[in-house]
């Protein structure tokens, strides 16, 4: 049995969640000899648990708690309770993720100087750069096994699939297309071993080859010592004393008793709904609004990536469901390039889905089954299919909120979950429709899919970070502006969406942030 630390131990620091930032923070704050405790709110899992199943892994590791989703996105019809696809349970969404590891780009932590105002945006500038957190990207890669030249292990092989992608690509005109970088071992690394291509990448990876918090960054975090982790523990509300400092948190332990764990600070990595629900959530006479909250934008400028799926029946067999779930990415369009429409940009990423999710993904809804669905799955084995990941832009009506009425399993006020798309966003993934029919053409397909948005699996923004404290509420560490010892460690601490999909500079962030923190708490300032 590892350490155990006391519920009235006040030295430690309590992080909530377990996933990309969470298992991250945790880690590299025990091997600083930091101690820290990590509440996460669902089970404990092991590669034991995963089953090459489709929905078999959903139900066992979604969060399925109560969640309502609306605005104008077509998700608040056709998927109106469950408005992300997020893991409740050890080693967070890093379980399900594909592993696809790809940097922001210099434009993209700067959208406010690049475009101006937007109208019907909120959008700003990182108050960090590229450059400052390239040394972080390093050692996030470094970290998690990620293919390319920093850690000089070889792309991925090409599945059938990203051959396809790629020739039809490189006909309309493309060139950047490459199998990586994604997180997945191709050789055998840190103990775990090289991916063997079976798929199934998103119901969790059955050997280890694709990097997870569950079996790296928590393990190795319990064997310093300096870190307890405790499942079934969901965190409740964040408790402050006379002077707004925060002493530590309320949680629901596994029995379902509550239970007060003392802290000398918290880290909130709980993913972007969850978050800023908690500090919601934990509103005070002090703070009336919720903690962290002064300048109002808790919750707000959700974003989630303009995202759509493309998929094509063509002339001979693929197997697309044979090989790693994203094989390869294409990322021509990519750049700021407003000739095209839109500010931004987003990458192609190869995207093998099983029957069972394209069944349920390809007409999404009440009306999605019948002959176009049944005539489709039976050219299953001819089908190639992508995933659009491009830039969404902030807007303060994207944004988490408290039901007035319905609550959860313990109690608490559940999330709302509002998204509409941006004109941005239409005008990006009209344009990705319409590249994706030229590439499929290309390769003498005439049976396109076009598929709205799934349920979103990038979560970001809602507990932004700013330079400025009225338009954010984190600064460049991820340190509450209102709460010094309060810091945010996940992805709703992005200031802008970018187009890469978010997890390795969550990663990035959260080495950064445990740094910061480890130093202050030697300084005496927190
Ligand atoms: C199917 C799928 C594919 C994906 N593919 C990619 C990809 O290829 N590349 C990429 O970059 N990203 C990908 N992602 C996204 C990636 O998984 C997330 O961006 C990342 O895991 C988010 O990290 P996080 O720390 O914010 O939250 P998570 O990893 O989701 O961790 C949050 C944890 O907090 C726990 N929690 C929440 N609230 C509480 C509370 N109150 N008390 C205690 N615990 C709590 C949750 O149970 C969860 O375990 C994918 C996601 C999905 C679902
Ligand atoms: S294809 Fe590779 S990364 Fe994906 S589940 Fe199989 S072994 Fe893991």
Redesign the pocket.
């Known amino acids: 049995m590892g350490t155990t630390f006391d519920l009235s131990d006040g030295g430690i620091v309590v992080i ?8 991250t923070v945790a880690n590299e704050l025990s091997q600083k000899g930091v101690k820290c405790v990590v ?4 089970n404990t899992l092991s590669l034991d648990d995963i089953e090459n199943d489709e929905w078999a892994m959903f139900s066992k590791i979604s ?1 399925l708690d109560k969640r309502f989703s609306a605005g104008g996105w077509h998700g608040a019809i056709n998927h109106p309770t469950l408005p992300a ?10 379980v ?6 790809i940097r922001l780009q210099e434009h993209e932590f700067k959208m406010r100087s690049l475009n101006g105002d937007i109208t019907g945006a909120n959008v700003i500038d990182w108050p960090i750069t590229l450059s400052e957190l390239e040394p972080y990207y390093d050692r996030a890669e470094l970290k998690m096994g990620t293919t390319g030249p920093v850690t000089g292990m070889p792309h991925l092989p090409w599945s059938a699939d990203f051959k396809v992608l790629a020739e039809g690509a490189r006909r309309i005109g493309y060139s950047k297309i490459t199998a990586g970088p994604m997180s997945i071992n191709s050789v055998d690394r840190d103990a775990r071993p090289a991916c063997q291509q079976i798929g199934f990448c ?1 119901q969790g990876c059955k050997l280890g080859a694709k990097w997870s ?1 569950l079996y790296t960054e928590l393990p190795k975090a319990v064997e310093t010592g300096n870190c307890e982790i405790r499942t079934n ?4 509300q964040i408790e402050h004393d006379a002077s707004g400092k925060v002493t530590g948190v309320v ?1 629901a332990d596994s029995a379902g008793a509550k239970q007060r764990q003392k802290a000398r600070a918290v880290c909130v ?4 709904i ?2 800023p629900r ?1 500090l919601l959530n934990s509103a005070s006479n002090l703070f009336p609004d919720g903690l962290a909250n002064s300048s109002g934008q808790v919750g707000r400028n959700y974003m989630t990536h303009m995202t759509a799926g493309v998929y094509a029946v063509m002339p001979g067999e693929v197997h697309m469901n044979r090989g790693t779930a ?1 094989a390869g990415i294409v990322r021509d369009e990519a750049h700021n390039d407003t000739r095209r429409g839109f500010v931004a940009g987003y990458t192609i990423e190869k995207l093998a889905l099983g029957l069972g999710f394209l069944s349920a993904f390809l007409v999404p809804g009440p009306t999605g089954w019948g002959r176009k669905v049944s005539g489709a799955l039976e050219k299953y084995k001819y089908m190639s299919g992508v995933w659009i990941c491009g830039e969404d832009l902030p807007q303060e009506q994207n944004r988490i909120e408290l039901h007035p009425t319905e609550r959860d399993q313990y109690g608490l006020p559940a999330p709302i979950v509002y998204k509409t798309d941006h004109p941005n966003d239409t005008n990006m993934r009209n344009h990705s429709y319409g590249q994706m029919e030229k590439i499929y053409n290309s390769l003498g397909s005439t049976e396109i899919y076009n598929l709205p948005a799934y349920p979103a ?3 970001m923004g809602t507990n932004r970070m700013s330079e400025k404290p009225r338009d954010g509420v984190v600064n460049r560490w991820g340190q509450a502006h209102d709460i010094k010892n309060l810091f945010v ?4 601490q992005f200031a802008s969406s970018g187009s ?5 500079t ?1 990663v990035a962030l959260a080495i950064r942030q445990a740094e910061y923190i480890a130093g202050e708490m030697k300084r005496g300032h927190i």
């Open positions: 909530v969640g377990s996933g990309a930032g969470g298992g509440l996460e709110a669902g969060w696809w997020i893991v409740k349970g050890l080693g967070g969404s890093t399900h993720w594909a592993g696809v590891s998103m918090t523990c969901m965190v409740l949680y990595a709980g993913n972007s969850e978050s908690l994203v699996s990038h979560n460690s996940d992805g709703s890469p999909n978010p997890t390795l969550i």
